[in-house]
């Protein structure tokens, strides 16, 4: 089995910064790329950012220049720093990552459990 326990979020006011953290753990042969996405009320869950194992990043242009992923590879994590939150930011944030298992050579796309991002005006 694989997990990725998610930790981070809360209230912030506009402006302000706020970190996210993931961490997969389990039978991990590997790790391909590892992304945030979110999700507001009413709304389709939506691609934030993710990394590669090179540390190649996307960006949504929503997001673009305000935040920034990052990962280490060593400990499987994957971070989601988030500055110059805005109000349009509020949801829930959830990571993802394609893994592959010692027990199936197939990758597989596993989620985190998700965390609430609110920013206030």
């Known amino acids: 089995q694989v997990q990725l326990v998610q930790s981070g979020g809360g209230l912030v006011q506009a402006g302000g910064s706020l970190r996210l953290s993931c961490v997969a753990s389990g039978s991990i042969w590997s790790i391909n790329i590892m992304a945030w996405y979110r999700q507001s009320p009413g709304m389709e869950r939506e691609l934030v950012a993710y990394?590669?194992?090179?540390?190649?990043?996307y960006y949504a242009d929503s997001v673009e220049g305000r935040f920034t992923i990052s990962r280490d590879n060593a400990k499987n994590t994957v971070s989601l720093q988030m500055n110059n939150l805005k109000p349009e930011d509020t949801a829930v944030y959830y990571c993802?990552?394609?893994?592959?298992?010692?027990?199936?050579?197939?990758?597989?796309?596993?989620w985190g459990q998700g965390t609430q991002v609110t920013v206030s005006s």
């Open positions: 993802n990552a394609e893994i592959t298992t010692y027990s199936d050579v197939r990758m597989h796309y596993y």
């Open positions: 990394i590669e194992t090179d540390n190649s990043a």
